[in-house]
């Protein structure tokens, strides 16, 4: 499949164009194709498909625009369009797209003009400009797209620019005027096209017509902006006033550099330092890194000073890539390279500015004893000496952009590389430096730098060791050549002996060193980040390291921490600049699991057991007591168990349903994790209440999640000796094993039934009979799921609100309507609809009326059975039942009644839609039901039940 950005949104297969369908859907697959590979979030997708407007219903609405992308594409099997926390992330390679077959083409560009062969170069960028067929994404109509999009059509001009500049190295001014006229008449202020056209017309013997341009250019400027042509465009335009010859090449003639020779320094005769310590042997992968570097060389006519400032965590290799890139452009740069460690983190004092200017100084020319005392009067004396000079400097492992200032020059044609742990958002603020953050290497980047230092034959015979040593060490580099450097360095260990030490949580930072160098060993490299922390910063960066889910949010955090949300804001602001901890999303960190390991390591050693037990019982207190209170939101009319969750010091809002939703969705993985953390350190409580609070997991296809967690939680029941909470749990895991068609579902629920009623539950013995009954309609023992459900209305009349007696009249309607007493299904199904409406309660609404019309459809009469579903679709799509078989079931029975009327075209989107939530939900064998009825449409008999024995989700206790 062929995705196509640059230009109109076009999606084609071979030779024939997919259509995608709306304006919303195509918003969205434009959004997800602009962060390719990359999660984006659904707050974005929001943003780009609405204008910063979204309704209420975003999320909804971006899900089932999703369900229908995937559709549209043929991603049956969810393999293009994954869903991932906190949005989706589309997968597609360098071929499947045209705006990376763009950047890998420009990158290659640069490679060959680096490498000296500016024909090729040409070539190259000729061939990435093809693929333009107009604007970015022309036509979408979104205003947040088109800024997106805006970030496209720059690099669209900046590769003309390059282009231009190429050819005119290989002496195409003749051939490259009539373009540059058009860039330059479509661009008028952009100084770099105009001082390109000069150069041409006047290497084409067309002074006057040169100096037209910059007359042009300047009453431009002057008209429009106030301000005149810059130093570089005025200097050019002095040049050929003057008739001072321009550098011609002959056509197709190769070029060293595609800069500028330099001009000799006013200022003293000085050498020419090339001060880069040693690259790296086996540098590995970073290529998105080197190329983002790349684009920010400057180019000739650059009027100020690049800084380019490279941010990480410790071990992640940012030196490593800083002198690695600084390598293989520094013949960019005739003036010189300068380098010096900052020392900002590590052992030993931080490394001055005034130290560091003088080791420059001297570099420079400068006699040590002219250098001046001060560090205004040394700062100033080096931006003279920068002055003119086309150099690079790298400032390595800065701890601050104080450290930094000082040593940054003044005038234009310099690049400055900065590497440092903290984000450095000053130089950001200030100095226009340009933030590159550098994350942990990607899984086939770590494999590369394994199988280089253990060599290929280790590698392939201890396959599986080494994809365990990757994952050991979080594919964090420095950790990665410590052991894999461990496992070359003895080559009759095997790999797996390393593997063991570092599966062992208590142990693995010691398997993370490497002799007495303190630079190879993970634990210090961590250490020398935690030493800069302040106490408040220290202490929540060690109650992280007890958090047992894979990322926190704040809210959680400062629960965990005792502290306000707004204080733990702030704290977890400074780890994140600090790359002690990562942002995932918004309000949400994570950090790799060494970090995690130390944070957990450092908790052991300085805090109490009391004072981590009491952390644990906030967290666990705060993730109980916010579960509940979301799925009151998401379930009103239910009945739960725990009344009385205890109440955190900071309370978390879940005003209505959505937000229910979207927090059951951040923290999914997060209360799986805190459930079996309270069951693994017998905190029983917290594990019975989160069970109580997770029937959220159906709605989302958590089938077995729900039996995980339920399973685990039979633990704590029966530790408990409670036998309410026993049949609670059964009944939890039951449902579950029911909806999977397991056969240990009927003896978990028909346990759960007993335990209820020898503990004079009703709510849990109704539930549980409810959930049997269902069951045995779905393996067609239908006498005795009608005992059941007839049982369950005799139990639930003048119980509880009617909700229960709604539920059973509606599964008796249900099972009427299998056995073809269609009148009895319409009067069960009317009377199951009656008291849902009363009640409020819309997903059982949409139930009891698709039940109606299964009945209205047996005796024939499929018009009004077509408005009872079109009635149950829209309840269905106004709740959070259209992420369930609430809004699939109506789908289904709909699409029957369409095309026994002959409404094919419409009957199939419809069996379609309920396919996809089946296949969402994990109900394969119901989404297999949908796609046998698309393959056999016009040949369903009257009464024909289109989903199989779909069960009533809306009874979700």
Request: charge should be negative; hydrophobic fraction near 40%.
């Amino acid at each position: 499949m062929d995705f196509r950005v640059l230009g109109a949104l076009e999606v084609w297969t071979g030779s024939e164009r997919v259509l995608v369908p709306g304006a919303r859907r195509q918003r969205v697959l434009a959004a997800l194709l602009l962060a390719p590979n990359s999660v984006v979030p659904l707050s974005r997708l929001a943003e780009t498909t609405w204008d910063d407007e979204p309704p209420a219903t975003a999320v909804k609405q971006l899900q089932n625009s999703v369900s229908a992308l995937r559709g549209c594409l043929g991603d049956i099997g969810q393999r293009l369009i994954r869903t991932e926390e906190p949005g989706y992330r589309i997968c597609v390679g360098e071929e499947d797209l045209d705006s990376l077959r763009f950047a890998a083409a420009l990158a290659d560009s640069r490679r060959h003009a680096a490498e000296g062969s500016p024909d090729r170069a040409v070539g190259a960028i000729r061939s990435a400009l093809s693929l333009w067929r107009g604007p970015a994404l022309d036509g979408l109509g979104s205003a947040a797209l088109a800024r997106s999009a805006a970030r496209l059509d720059e690099q669209r001009l900046s590769a003309l620019e390059l282009c231009a500049r190429w050819r005119l190295e290989i002496g195409e001014h003749h051939e490259v005027v009539d373009d540059l006229a058009d860039l330059v008449h479509d661009h008028p202020l952009r100084e770099g096209l105009h001082a390109q056209l000069m150069t041409a017309l006047d290497q084409c013997g067309r002074r006057a017509d040169a100096l037209h341009v910059f007359h042009r250019l300047r009453t431009r400027l002057a008209e429009e902006l106030g301000v005149d042509p810059g130093a570089d465009v005025q200097r050019l335009h002095e040049q050929i006033l003057r008739g001072a010859p321009q550098p011609r090449r002959t056509h197709r003639t190769r070029a060293v550099s595609a800069l500028p020779a330099p001009r000799p320094s006013r200022a003293v005769a000085s050498p020419v330092p090339r001060q880069l310590p040693q690259t790296i042997r086996d540098f590995t992968g970073r290529a998105d890194h080197l190329a983002a570097l790349d684009a920010l060389l400057p180019p000739a006519a650059d009027r100020a000073v690049v800084i380019s400032a490279l941010d990480g965590s410790g071990g992640v290799g940012k030196t490593t890539l800083a002198v690695h890139w600084a390598h293989r452009v520094q013949d960019r740069f005739p003036d010189g390279t300068l380098h010096t460690n900052l020392r900002g983190y590590g052992p030993g004092k931080p490394a001055s500015p005034d130290e560091v200017l003088d080791d420059f100084l001297v570099a420079l020319g400068v006699h040590p004893a002219a250098v001046p005392a001060g560090t205004g009067a040394r700062s100033g004396l080096f931006r003279t000496l920068a002055a003119g000079r086309r150099m690079l400097i790298v400032l390595d492992n800065a701890n601050s952009a104080e450290q930094v200032r000082p040593l940054l020059p003044g005038a234009p044609g310099c690049m400055v590389l900065v590497t440092s742990r903290d984000s450095l958002t000053g130089l950001v603020v200030t100095e226009a430096a340009h933030r590159l953050t550098l994350d942990v290497l990607s899984p086939a980047e770590a494999l590369t730098l394994v199988v280089g230092i253990i060599g290929p034959t280790r590698a392939r015979t201890e396959s599986a060791a080494v994809e365990n040593l990757i994952r050991l060490c979080a594919r964090l580099p420095l950790a990665l050549r410590i052991a894999a450097g461990r496992a070359a360095a003895h080559e009759h260990a095997c790999v797996a002996d390393i593997v063991t030490e570092l599966a062992d949580e208590a142990s693995r930072l010691d398997a993370l060193s490497w002799g007495q160098d303190p630079y190879a060993a993970v634990r210090n490299v961590l250490e020398w980040s935690y030493e800069q922390l302040t106490a408040p910063q220290a202490h929540l960066f060690r109650c992280l390291g007890l958090h047992p889910g894979p990322d926190i949010s704040t809210p959680a955090a400062a629960a965990l921490a005792r502290l306000s949300p707004r204080e733990a804001r702030q704290l977890l602001n400074t780890l994140a600049d600090a790359h002690l901890i990562e942002p995932s999303a918004h309000d949400r960190y994570r950090f790799h699991d060494l970090l995690r390991a130390y944070a957990d390591e450092l908790a052991w050693k300085y805090d109490t057991e009391e004072e981590r037990s009491h952390a644990l019982d906030a967290l666990l207190t705060w993730y109980s007591h916010t579960a509940h209170t979301a799925d009151r939101r998401l379930y009103p009319t239910c009945t739960r168990l725990v009344t009385d969750p205890a109440e955190p010091a900071h309370p978390h809002p879940i005003p209505d349903r959505d937000r229910a939703w979207a927090w059951f969705t951040a923290e999914r993985a997060n209360l799986v994790f805190a459930l079996h953390h309270a069951v693994d350190r017998t905190m029983d409580r917290y594990a019975l209440h989160l069970v109580d609070a997770l029937g959220f997991l159906v709605l989302m296809g958590g089938w077995e999640e729900r039996i995980d967690t339920a399973t685990a939680g039979l633990h704590a029941a029966r530790r408990s000796g409670e036998a309410e909470h026993e049949a609670n749990v059964l009944l939890a895991r039951g449902e579950a094993l029911a909806h999977l068609q397991h056969p240990d579902a009927e003896p978990d629920l028909t346990h759960a039934s007993a335990l209820a009623q020898d503990a004079g539950n009703v709510h849990i013995q109704i539930a549980a009979r409810t959930e049997l009954g269902q069951l045995l309609r779905r393996q067609t023992r239908f006498a005795e799921a009608l005992h059941h459900f007839d049982e369950v209305c005799t139990l639930s009349r003048g119980f509880d609100t009617g909700r229960w007696e709604a539920v059973a009249e509606g599964n008796i309607a249900a099972l009427h309507a299998d056995l073809g007493n269609y009148r009895q299904a319409i009067d069960h199904g009317t009377r199951s609809a009656q008291l849902r409406h009363q009640l409020g309660d819309t997903d059982g609404e949409a139930c009891a009326l698709s039940a109606i019309a299964r009945g209205r459809q047996g005796i024939g009469d499929h018009e009004t059975a077509i408005i009872h579903c079109r009635r149950a679709i829209t309840l269905g799509r106004a709740s959070l039942g259209s992420h369930d078989e609430t809004l699939a079931w109506p789908l289904a029975v709909l699409a029957t009644s369409l095309n026994h009327l002959g409404h094919v075209d419409e009957a199939i989107a419809c069996w379609q839609e309920a396919a996809a939530i089946y296949t969402d939900r994990g109900l394969d064998a119901d989404a297999a039901t949908m796609h046998h009825h698309i393959r056999t449409a016009h040949h369903l008999p009257p009464g024909t039940h289109p989903a199989g024995r779909v069960a009533d989700r809306s009874l979700i206790r």
